[in-house]
């Protein structure tokens, strides 16, 4: 085996939590040509940084992610802090030499996101190459139902229904994390939660979303500052702050193969903690993924004979499909932390052997745009609006 590529990890909340587990499982379950090294993790708060560092396995701990990244012995860079953030450890990453692995959305503006793929461009063209973590496309079910489309299971594609559900704001004095604050977090449910939607729709059907037409909600418009703000959750102080992002955008698009999507991605849908939903309806036939039923796919076929119609429940859970055959014997099934070990695995497969891995940047900067675009639509009362311009 070649050299091993030493990762440093920048951030270390939720998002650093389940990079972690996968930069250690990745290359245990799965046959690597470049084995990955738990290098070094930064974070502001010391104390709490060198614990996290013991605690998931990372040699060192630094609190400069400036000094970090110049270093010559850090070959990638995995960015999981907030959006605001994104842009320029990327990119001064990306100039000095470094792979990037960043957390969706890609950032927090069309002109953050459009120069981070410009330097990935640059970067690209001498061999260091940034991915974008948009982590559901590595859940087997969803690579499988790509695959599926793929194949012409579903026919042309008339109808996609994208739902990203979860319930923790609907407590009215749920405090105000940064996720609540757009010049941290660009945007709310429609960048942090939207976005995956918008990923996963586009990668199953193979189709980019062209035009939308979106409204955005704030139904709570101030809630209690925290002592500590972090990711969900923080401590509650009597003060109250204001709300600057969306807590649900809906929206409708065109689809560039002529079929048409409704989307959802709130953080009010009572009852509903991480439900993501994706269904497809084509001509020949039908496609449900379902992240809380994650081990599965419903399938239509159209093409049966009318007394055997009906949705049909298939357990994604045979060697035979997307990354499966690292796993259990069939029938064994997988959760949410596989689909980041997957992604390390794809990233650091892609890196060995020297090819641009996916979804690159240029992948982000597209989501970037239909973001932009709902947030457009919805400023000029849901009008129609292109996701190119
Ligand atoms: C919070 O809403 C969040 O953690 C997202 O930021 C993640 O991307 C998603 O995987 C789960 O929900």
Redesign the pocket.
Known sequence: MSAPLRVAMIGNG??GAAHSQAWRVAPRFFDLDREPEMAVIVGRDEQKNAHLAEHWGWQEAASDWREVIARDDIDIVDIVTPGHTHAEIAIAALDAGRHVLCE?PLANSVDEAEAMSRAADRAGKAGTFAMVGF?YRRVPAAAFARQLVREGFVGKVRHVRADYL?D?LVDAESPLTW?LDKSKAGSGALG??GA?AIDLAQFITGENLTRVSGTLETFVTERPIVGERQ??SGTASDERGQVTVDDCALFMASLSGGGLGTFTAT?FATGRK?ALRVEISGDKGAIAFDLEDMNSLSLYDATAPADRQGFTKVLVTDPSHPYMAAWWPAGHMLGYEHGFTHQVRDFVTAIAAGEQPTPSFADGWQVQRVLDAVERSAGAGSAWTDTTS
Do not use: A, E, S, V
Request: charged share 30%; no cysteine; proline share 0%.
């Open positions: 939720f998002m969706k982590t979860q923790w996720r942090d939660i995956h990711g969900l953080r991480n």
